[in-house]
């Protein structure tokens, strides 16, 4: 993985000197709360319903192990003992006291990390494949051009007081697992018939109140102009992107308002004086940078079926199926390490937790982890002889449920546990109906299926491309939630469609059990929910969720954290 440099590691650490100094200043009130603000949102510091939450970016999704025990300490030592992994390959801790910060940013540098960027209107972490230098899929290895957006993103001067937030996404393989579609840029890398690299562009997607798939408006630039043709884009988005309204403020809702070709025009037109410009990349410094993502001292290996040594273990078996994807050099397999246990909000992992992936990641992953924008933890490069102690001891620790891409494998934002701009709560909605479907043989039945939560407009759960999507809002007060279906992320990226009027907390299990009779009734051979939600549309969901009333039930809601 990639090393800090001397400038690295001297900007990371005059940035602290200066945020310290910051926070005493604040501590002996010589700034105010309202001129502080700025200068905590720099370094990653929210005000979150109950205390500070500090939003540390995992570039990439890539960690290694002292990284990631790092966290562990980070929440043993200055929060309540777990932290939370996001859609945007971050990590999230809630707890935080305003003291202690500069001391977290300084042991977060002793390992390479940092919180810059992770708030306000600039670019923030470049996100990609968490199966990227290992998918069997793959065309390139993204990374490296990812680390390069991050190295030329990263104290941009240009783009620090951006219209608004902007968010790239990278992938390398052929199936989009970076949800490209809905990030300001969604990057994917391309071969010409000369077999060149090159980058398909993608702009202007996005959720939150205006979802938008975005629009391809280069399907090929060659790679030596991956950063000045992102930069092009980034002066036009500059230039002008709304300031008036921080609603329209989203490069999607320029894009939207120019139209996609004349947005690409204007792209061209500012990228005709950048191209071949000081920040063409060459060879060099794009192998300067890969030589960090190098291939692992991998073994000559046969290809196993685990299956077969363990013939008869049915919960290894689905664990196999469910948990352990493909890798492109033979003999070894990625693992998915569930951050999805029934009882546990999704993302959250405990610091005994991320020590002991470490430690598995140490053991048998050449010391790294991935983070995945689903919430949950992947060791890349297991043995396949490996797979079935891996598997006892992830499951000894919870971290084994089989239910990766399953009903249980929800994405869901904080909420209203503990999000200020929340409507209404996610955790409890997301725990109610892990608690109704648990059983993990009806699960297996449904198969694929992405149910996403959020408790807002701001979409942080990508409730838009769940296939079941569920939004908190708030009506007169109190909490309810709308569902829509048919959405999806990947190649065949769509926005979900309402089904009709919203639910109380208590009546969602039974709305998720009867849009899953209507798929149970309808579905022919091979065919997920979202293709038979696409294939009938909203109609016969729509019939049979509000054909009876469902009882409101027990309260659920119960703020287990608080
Ligand atoms: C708890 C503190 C959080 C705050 C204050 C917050 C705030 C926001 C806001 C205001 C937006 C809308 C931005 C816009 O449309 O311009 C947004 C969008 C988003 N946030 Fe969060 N969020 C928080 C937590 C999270 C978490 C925990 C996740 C992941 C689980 C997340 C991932 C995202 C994503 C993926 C979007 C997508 C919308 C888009 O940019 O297209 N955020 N967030
Ligand atoms: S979707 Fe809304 S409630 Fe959920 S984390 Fe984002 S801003 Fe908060």
Redesign the pocket.
């Known amino acids: 993985m990639y090393r800090y440099d001397q400038y690295d590691h001297l900007i990371v650490r005059e940035r602290i000197a200066q945020y310290r100094d910051q926070v005493r200043r604040r501590l002996a009130d010589e700034l105010t709360e309202e001129e502080f603000l700025p200068l905590r949102l720099q370094n990653g510091l929210?005000m979150?319903r109950h205390a500070y939450?500090l939003r540390i970016a995992v570039p990439y999704g890539l960690l290694s192990t002292a990284q990631m025990r790092m966290f562990a300490h980070i929440a043993r030592k200055y929060d309540r003992g777990y932290g939370?992994f996001?859609?945007?390959q971050n990590i999230?801790f809630n707890w935080i006291e305003l003291e202690q910060t500069p001391d977290i940013l300084t042991d977060l540098a002793s390992v390479e990390m940092h919180a810059i960027q992770t708030s306000g209107n600039c670019i923030r972490n470049t996100t990609t494949d968490e199966y990227a230098g290992v998918a069997a899929d793959e065309i390139i290895d993204p990374r490296p051009y990812a680390e390069l957006i991050r190295q030329w993103s990263t104290f941009h001067p240009e783009f620090i007081a951006l219209p608004?937030?902007f968010?790239i996404a990278i992938n390398g393989a052929v199936e989009d697992r970076a949800a490209i579609a809905?990030h300001d840029i969604g990057l994917t890398a391309v071969r010409n018939d000369a077999g060149e690299v090159g980058f398909k562009f993608m702009v202007g997607g996005?959720?939150?109140?205006t979802p938008i798939i975005g629009s391809v408006i280069n399907d090929f630039v060659p790679w030596q102009h991956l950063l000045t043709y992102t930069e092009a884009i980034m002066r036009v988005y500059n230039q002008f992107g709304r300031r008036d309204n921080k609603y329209k403020a989203?490069i999607k809702i320029l894009v939207k308002a120019v139209g996609a070709e004349e947005f690409a025009r204007l792209v061209e037109a500012e990228f005709a004086d950048l191209k071949d410009g000081p920040e063409t990349l060459t060879r060099e410094e794009v192998e300067r940078v890969a030589q960090w993502f190098n291939p692992k001292p991998y073994l000559t290996l046969p290809s196993i079926d685990p299956r077969a040594e363990h013939a008869g273990d049915k919960a290894f078996a689905n664990w196999l199926q469910r948990n352990v994807k493909p890798h492109k050099v033979p003999g070894y397999a990625s693992v998915v390490l569930s951050l999805k246990k029934t009882g546990v909000p999704p993302?959250d992992a405990t610091a005994e937790q991320m020590d002991f992936v470490a430690d598995l990641a140490d053991k048998y992953s050449f010391g790294e982890l991935r983070v995945t924008h689903e919430q949950n933890l992947v060791l890349a490069d297991v043995e396949q002889s490996k797979l079935f102690e891996v598997w006892q001891q992830a499951k000894a620790r919870g971290l084994a449920t089989p239910n990766i891409g399953l009903l249980t494998d929800m994405i869901s934002?904080?909420g209203g546990d503990?999000?200020s701009?929340a409507n209404a709560k996610s955790i409890p909605i997301a725990a109610a109906i892990a608690e109704r479907f648990d059983n993990l043989d009806f699960q297996h039945d449904i198969g694929d299926i992405e149910l996403n939560i959020s408790g807002c407009i701001?979409?942080?759960?990508?409730h838009h491309v769940g296939h079941i999507g569920v939004l908190g809002v708030d009506k007169d007060g109190a909490e309810w939630y709308q569902v829509s279906i048919g959405g999806a992320q990947g190649n065949e990226s769509a926005i979900g469609k309402i089904i009709g009027p919203s639910f109380s907390a208590p009546q969602m299990p039974e709305v998720v059990g009867r849009l899953l009779e209507v798929y149970v009734k309808n579905r022919v051979e091979g065919e997920r929910f979202v293709d038979v939600a696409q294939r009938l549309g909203v109609a016969p969901f729509k019939e049979h969720v509000y054909a009876t009333p469902i009882p409101a039930g027990a309260k659920v809601g119960e703020d287990e954290y608080a």
Request: aromatic residues 8%; positive net charge.
């Open positions: 929210y979150q939450m939370h996001t859609t945007r999230q608004r937030k968010k809905v996005g959720l939150g109140r989203r993302g934002c904080p503990y999000c701009l701001n979409a942080c759960g990508h």
